[in-house]
């Protein structure tokens, strides 16, 4: 006996999107933000389409359905259009391109169109279906809106939610054909990707580079499939640790600090790997190559990043130097942590990304739910420094130099680049430092023009910088010692 048709999948729907504007609203009026009335009112509108499969769904007012729909499907249009023509001018609120949002416009908007055509002529059998798809995405869209903003992961997938379902709607509000060759030409767009990615990396094709930058990047980055591929040949890239220097307030006086390392994934002072098992090692060092990307610096942005670097470090007095006797015989502009001597200046400033930015926060907010001072771990959370550093393996006459041979793990094959201090709730600091975004480098003690012994004293400006006062050892396998 067939089911009985029953309008709860409507009811369910539009109680959900009730509950998503209501908390939407309510945020908007006080100022508080809760996460879970919005996503209760998602869940709630994603019940009723679901319920659809099950039951059969009377609709109560179909003239009214076939409107609401094509003004949906025409406002879905008009916002894509509006994106598109937004991002030509400032891409800063949408974090990608006129090149993706010209193939937004390409694929989503006249089918569109063409469904709300279809609607109004009422020339399409789905056109329930559509309007709850399209009822759906609202809810999720409304409901990313009335997120926290430090609920980010949940609130883009809300929000990305919502936009699959409006164009889950235009595909069923569209013809055949149509459906036919948006999703084909989708499909296509989505392998080419993976084909830029790969040839993206250089050496390669200068189109492969730039299909990559103008249309694929930020498609293939919210996916994470953007890898090259390139682990073996023609040589291995970089790999990315990060470094968090976690400072707990230990009494009421200002300069009651103690701090400890945390390191992702974690090493020890020889940078040898303390996970048990070497595939967590890899999963980790996965985890941090996610927030390697950085923003070239612009021709006129290093000149003035020099010139503040330079004339606000620490000067003669300041306790760098492992002999005070020897800084008093140093000029008085010489900077406390130098430039690195082989490295190229354009290649030592190194400013993150937004995304990367979003990982740093991300990472400090969860070190202020997990990291301990481990004999006293009711010490709150003073502040979080955050290092990214660049771990490069170097080539096989690195490692096979008869004058000074080194390991994979030699301390001068770490290049650390400062981001900043942090809270536990992952807001920066605005604090005037000199040296963000700048490498802070670990060097070998040798004169102008000879290659340094392998035992010489190392220094690492990072721990230096950080306030660790073990920041010296002599040779690589020794443990950090203080000056």
Not at 328 to 350: C, G, I, N, S
Request: charged letters at 15%; one cysteine or more.
């Amino acid at each position: 006996m067939a089911a009985k048709p029953n309008s709860w999948s409507w009811k369910l729907l539009l109680a959900g999107l009730g509950v998503c504007c209501v908390s939407l609203l309510t945020s908007l009026l006080t100022g508080q933000r809760s996460p879970y009335v919005p996503s209760a009112g998602a869940l709630l509108a994603g019940a009723g389409l679901a319920l659809r499969s099950h039951f059969p769904v009377e609709n109560l007012y179909p003239r009214l359905t076939r409107f609401a729909l094509a003004g949906s499907l025409i406002a879905f249009a008009l916002g894509i259009s509006g994106i598109f023509c937004w991002v030509c001018f400032d891409q800063e609120p949408f974090k990608f391109g006129p090149g993706l949002a010209f193939l937004l416009w390409i694929f989503f908007v006249p089918m569109a169109l063409q469904g709300a055509r279809n609607v109004l002529r009422n020339e399409e059998p789905t056109t329930d279906v559509a309007a709850q798809c399209a009822t759906l995405g609202l809810a999720g869209v409304v409901a990313s809106l009335a997120f926290p903003e430090d609920w980010f992961t949940i609130q883009r997938f809300w929000l990305v939610g919502g936009f699959l379902s409006c164009v889950a709607a235009a595909l069923w509000a569209a013809t055949r054909p149509t459906r036919q060759l948006v999703l084909s030409g989708v499909i296509l767009y989505h392998f080419l990707g993976l084909i830029s990615a790969t040839l993206s990396a250089q050496p390669g094709p200068w189109i492969g580079a730039q299909l990559w930058t103008r249309f694929y990047r930020p498609y293939l980055e919210f996916f994470n499939i953007n890898n090259a591929y390139r682990f073996y040949s023609p040589e291995p890239g970089p790999a990315n640790h990060y470094w968090f220097h976690v400072i707990f307030k230990s009494g009421p006086a200002p300069d009651d600090l103690q701090a400890m390392w945390f390191k992702l994934p974690e090493t020890d002072d020889q940078f040898q790997s303390l996970q048990t098992v070497g595939l967590q090692y890899q999963r980790l060092l996965a985890f941090a190559q996610n927030a390697e990307t950085y923003e070239p610096p612009e021709p006129a942005e290093l000149p003035w990043a020099v010139f503040e670097r330079t004339y606000n470090s620490p000067g003669k007095k300041e306790a760098w130097s492992e002999n005070l006797k020897d800084l008093e015989k140093k000029p008085r502009w010489m900077m406390a942590v130098p430039f690195h001597p082989t490295m190229p200046l354009d290649q030592q400033y190194r400013k993150p990304t937004h995304s990367s930015m979003i990982f740093c926060e991300s990472f400090c907010r969860h070190l202020g739910h997990v990291a301990k001072y481990p004999e006293h771990p009711d010490w709150p959370i003073e502040r979080i420094r955050v290092y990214r550093v660049l771990h490069l393996l170097g080539s096989y006459p690195h490692f096979a130099d008869p004058q000074i041979p080194r390991s994979p793990n030699d301390p001068e094959s770490y290049f650390p680049y400062y981001y900043g201090d942090f809270n536990i709730h992952g807001e920066r600091f605005e604090d005037a430092d000199p040296f963000l975004y700048w490498l802070l480098p670990i060097m070998r003690d040798s004169k102008p023009g000879q290659v340094p012994a392998r035992d010489a004293l190392i220094r690492n400006f990072c721990f230096a910088h950080a306030g660790d006062p073990r920041w010296v050892k002599k040779g690589p396998d020794e443990p950090w010692r203080q000056p």
